[in-house]
């Protein structure tokens, strides 16, 4: 066995740091005591790989005796330069070392603790090319908006995929925050591993994982919504407030853990009906069943209440005050609006380690969601979706130049629904793929096929390769990527069989819709440290995808036996568009003041072409596509004290879906958060005063996004 | 030196941030804003609001309908805004392309869900429109501009509630 642990210069443990073996099946993190273990090692002389996010790397060897435990500590020196340590998102490459051949953004406990967020979601705004469009993620513009109703991006928590059984959409709130040890996000397709919904990216919830002995941690939150900055806007007497409250114990022994968490939070939002109850209870154990077997259990039920501002109120539709649009208010008519939504997976995986040169690893998951939605006057929605999963993977590593993972996965969604009817839908998928060092370039080739099947019925098969490389151009960390891979996203039951109402309009069922298809290529550039303070990574990237999913305005002829024909028009969705996005990424990352002051820089172009099938006229944008986006990021700490920035802008979308049906008013996003933090010893504070400027946007049409929240966190930790 | 210009770099850009999210966002928007692209104006209420009355509103056509299908296809908004009519007066605009309008009226509504066909018809009524200033018992034409200017204002009319006239007074609707 090899343990030790891995710290500051001044001794702070380094919690979530990686520690590997390079080349073999054998790499594990550090605890938040930063300690760590290594059950099975080779004996012999090896080389043991130290890494932190923030810290300078370590590479040491030692001499390891066989049945001997070894202890080995390792001390990091700070390097706010360095690369992020893992090229992976979740355990599907267990690759160490090396720089990834697509785009890897990764965001640290540090930073989602520093931004004092309560969902997940929140921090991952601030990250490089993302954007949160009222919930729905864009990686480069991937996904755009369509209500929830599905997403480009695949999530997964601790590798376990999370998309919704039905609407194929994201709860942000699964997880409780704290849990959260660090998010991966992968840009670009990321099918040839993932499969479906993984066309414009991956996003890796990973969670903490249970340490040795007792450990307890509280974090209570308490906040206010800014008021309206104009006098005609005001909707009521009083101020906003929300808070909440978690709570979590663990225990751990070498061979068991376990943690249990609680908690629950108010919100009494800051438009019209808004008001939001959230409770949650989440669970991991972690059990080593043997010195090469690990199992790991991690389970989340969450229950919203929440009232439902369907949108904003518009001339005549509310009080309007002789205004054009009140965008706190809502449509008398709307009034009484709310849903309840629950969701809760469980999941188990287990790893054995046979050797340092092979392990497999199989999971099994159940997700389940379900919504009731209040919609006066016309009624109610519900629906009810659980989605299962198996996964059984291998991991070779025939030398320590090589390499390769296999598996085989299934899913399942099945769905009860008034809107959605009852359907299931499953994918069975076969994938490959392997990574080979040749001198100083490293290549991956892969890709997997997935076979698709809707009530039961004939399969139909996507397949999905991947190329990618890359070379260190010097050798002070300078790596150039290129890749090239095939995302692809199933239809999900919701887009296949919706039937509902939307401003009167009737959205009819679509059982014959395809899969959405993309090509992604990108071609990037990480640089060495420049003159000590700065480092700069560029990605250019181009995607070609084909039959995207999106409503189309149709007329049907209701009665054809009518003699007069009586075309009704309606929305359904089809596989209607050829889209081109292609664009640049740039992160800047300078570290002016070494240990004191680090900022970030990140700027993204996007060029999006929609090219409607059948449709002559020129080319337009695709819709809700910021241009630019841009993120400015600064933090300045100072022993036990700290303060940040983040701004945000993003500029005005060209095009919206639906146009001439809804308030078409939209306007360039330009959000500043400032944040200040202290933390001595166990307990920590958090102040966030985020849209500090109390900035009118909306990201959406007539749905008005957050206004100023100034926010108070404190936490404690035994 | 270098470090210096680095500091001050990440200032100027905070600071350049902040500035510049000072404007530009959402504001408050009269009914009859400068910069409405569309019509406003006023629409007097009279006679006793029948009790089925779920609302009015304001809209727009090119050209005048001949046939239940052109009221139902060519009305702009496709879906109109409401105007209140709990009290004797009130402001209202409707955010249209330019363009020469040779129809403005006001439509009363019962109850019932619209299906965007001319079966809608049963629902509405027309309740007034907007007259020649000249000829009153002739529509009035109203020319939204293009290329951003204002929005022409002062389009009022009334509605009353007393005589409330059904589709076929103005259109042919041949089947339902």
Redesign the interface.
């Known amino acids: 066995m090899l343990r030790g642990s891995v710290r500051d210069k001044d001794g702070a443990a380094i919690g979530g740091a990686s520690i590997a073996i390079p080349g073999t099946t054998l790499s594990t993190r550090t605890d938040l005591q930063g300690v760590y273990r290594i059950a099975v090692v080779p004996a012999g002389r090896v080389r043991v790989h130290a890494a932190a996010l923030g810290y300078g790397p370590v590479d040491t060897a030692v001499a390891l005796t066989g049945g001997d435990s070894t202890t080995l500590d390792f001390t990091l020196r700070s390097a706010p330069l360095e690369l992020p340590p893992l090229d992976v998102v979740s355990t599907k490459v267990a690759r160490f070392g090396d720089r990834p051949a697509t785009s890897v953004v990764q965001i640290p406990e540090r930073d989602i603790d520093q931004r004092a967020v309560n969902t997940v979601d929140e921090a991952v705004d601030k990250a490089a090319g993302i954007q949160m469009l009222n919930g729905q993620i864009n990686i480069r513009g991937s996904t755009g908006y369509i209500q929830g109703l599905n997403s480009r991006v695949l999530l997964l928590v601790d590798g376990v995929p999370m998309n919704q059984g039905d609407r194929g959409g994201i709860n942000w709130d699964l997880l409780p925050v704290d849990q959260i040890e660090r998010v991966d996000i992968l840009k670009g397709a990321g099918s040839s591993l993932y499969g479906s919904a993984a066309l414009g990216g991956v996003v890796n919830l990973a969670t903490r994982d249970v340490p040795e002995g007792v450990h307890v941690r509280v974090r209570l939150t308490g906040g206010a919504y800014g008021n309206p900055p104009e006098e005609v806007w005001r909707f009521r007497n009083g101020t906003g407030l929300q808070g909440g409250g978690d709570i979590s114990g663990s225990y751990g022994t070498t061979t068991f853990g376990g943690r249990l968490a609680a908690g629950a939070r108010h919100s009494d939002g800051y438009r019209e009906q808004d008001d939001g109850d959230h409770w949650q209870i989440a669970g991991r154990a972690r059990w080593q069943a043997s010195p090469r077997t690990r199992v790991d259990m991690s389970s989340a039920w969450a229950v919203d209440h929440y009232d439902v501002p369907l949108a904003w109120c518009r001339q005549g539709r509310c009080d309007d005050r002789g205004q054009a649009f009140q965008p706190f208010k809502v449509a008398t008519a709307s009034l009484g609006s709310w849903t309840d939504s629950r969701k809760g997976y469980i999941a188990v995986q287990a790893r054995t380690v046979v050797s340092e040169r092979f392990a497999w690893q199989a999971r099994g998951s159940w997700f389940r969601t379900s919504f009731f939605d209040q919609r006066p006057p016309n009624g109610s929605e519900f629906g009810i979706a659980n989605r299962f999963g198996a996964e059984l993977r291998a991991e070779a590593h025939p030398d320590s130049m090589r390499t390769v993972l296999v598996g085989s996965e299934m899913t399942l969604s099945d769905v009860t629904s008034d809107i959605f009817g009852n359907h299931s839908q499953s994918e069975y998928a076969a994938y490959g793929e392997s990574d080979q060092a040749v001198g100083v370039f490293r290549f991956t080739a892969g890709a997997r096929i997935d076979f698709l099947a809707v009530d039961g019925g004939s399969l139909s098969a996507v397949v999905s390769p991947r190329l990618g490389g890359t070379v260190p151009t010097d050798h002070k960390g300078g790596v150039l990527r290129a890749s090239i891979g095939r995302g692809f996203r199933a239809p999900t039951v919701a887009e296949r069989f919706v039937h509902t109402f939307f401003e009167a309009l009737e959205v009819i069922p679509n059982p014959n819709l395809g899969p959405e298809t993309a090509w992604s290529l990108e071609l990037g550039h990480t640089t060495a440290p420049l003159l000590h303070v700065l480092r700069l990574d560029a990605a250019l990237f181009w995607t070609e995808a084909r039959e995207l999913i999106e409503p189309r305005l149709i007329l049907i002829e209701e009665s054809p036996n009518d003699s007069i024909p009586n075309l009704v028009p309606k929305i359904q969705l089809h596989n209607v568009t050829r889209a081109r996005i292609a664009g640049l990424d740039v992160a800047i990352l300078t570290a002016p003041i070494p240990d004191r002051l680090t900022a970030t820089l990140s700027y993204t172009y996007l060029s999006t072409r929609r090219q409607v099938a059948g449709d002559t006229s020129a080319p337009g944008p695709l819709a809700f596509r910021p241009k630019h986006l841009l993120t400015l990021s600064a933090d300045y700490n100072l022993g036990a004290v700290g303060v940040g920035a983040d701004f945000r802008y993003a500029s005005r979308v060209e095009r919206i879906e639906l146009e001439g049906f809804v308030d078409s008013r939209r306007v360039p996003v330009k959000v500043l958060d400032l944040r200040a933090g202290w933390k001595q010893g166990p307990v920590e504070l958090r102040l966030l005063a985020a849209n500090v400027l109390n900035y009118m946007y909306n990201l959406v049409p007539q749905t008005l996004a957050p206004v100023r929240t100034v926010t108070l966190t404190a936490v404690w930790s035994h | 030196m270098?470090?210096s210009l680095?500091?001050i770099a990440?200032v100027g850009?905070?600071a350049a941030?902040?500035a510049?999210?000072?404007d530009?966002?959402?504001?408050?928007?009269?009914?009859c804003?400068r910069s409405?692209v569309g019509l406003c104006g006023t629409v007097r209420f009279r006679g006793a609001v029948p009790a089925n009355t779920e609302?009015v509103?304001i809209a727009a056509y090119l050209a005048f309908p001949h046939t239940c299908t052109d009221l139902i296809n060519n009305r702009r908004?496709?879906?109109p805004?409401?105007?209140?009519f709990t009290d004797s007066i009130?402001?209202?605009?409707v955010p249209l392309s330019p363009g020469a309008y040779n129809w403005v009226l006001a439509v009363w509504k019962k109850p019932g869900?619209?299906?965007?066909?001319?079966?809608d018809t049963q629902y509405l009524r027309v309740a007034g429109y907007y007259r020649d200033r000249v000829d009153s018992t002739q529509p009035g034409v109203v020319t939204v501009p293009s290329g951003g200017g204002a929005a022409p204002g002062g389009i009022d009319f009334v509605v009353n509630f007393d005589s409330l006239r059904p589709a076929t007074d103005f259109v042919t609707c041949?089947?339902q």
């Open positions: 270098l470090r680095f500091r990440v850009l905070v941030g902040v510049g999210a000072c530009g966002g959402l504001d408050p928007e009269p009914i804003a409405l609302n509103f908004p496709v879906i805004g409401s105007v209140p009130a402001p209202y605009s869900t619209l299906t965007l066909t001319p079966a041949t089947a």
